[in-house]
């Protein structure tokens, strides 16, 4: 599948296509790194994701618009439905990366905790 160059692509994609498109663009498998220097090669994850999401929910401001303009415009159904469909495959992925960030999130964290346990026991 060609990558949209700007949100406006985007924002006319085919739904079903966008919906893919999102999910393999945006959408990754978060590692389970097992180590503090594991940890520490993938800290870019929290970057990429918050700057993903940011991304985002402004084209879903944008795809927001588009359905109000086309229920204000009484556009045909079809073309209002597709509207809609494209803002919430944007909500679903953004609700994927947040689930995402968190859940990297708070295993770096448990990752911290255990070191710094780890240290006051002088095992590391």
Known sequence: MANPKDMNQILTMEPMKLAGWLYETYVNKIPTPQSSQEFREYNHLLGDIANAY????????AA???VRSAKRKKAD????DDCIDRRDA???C????KMQYEAFS????VQKQ??????MLGEV
């Open 77 to 80: 159904k079809d073309v209002v």
């Open 90 to 92: 944007i909500d679903d």
């Open 106 to 109: 708070r295993m770096i964290t």
């Open 54 to 61: 940011a991304f985002l929910a402004s084209t879903h401001a």
């Open 64 to 66: 927001s618009i588009m």
């Open 114 to 119: 255990a070191d710094e346990e780890l240290k």
């Open 94 to 97: 953004m609700r994927a990366l």
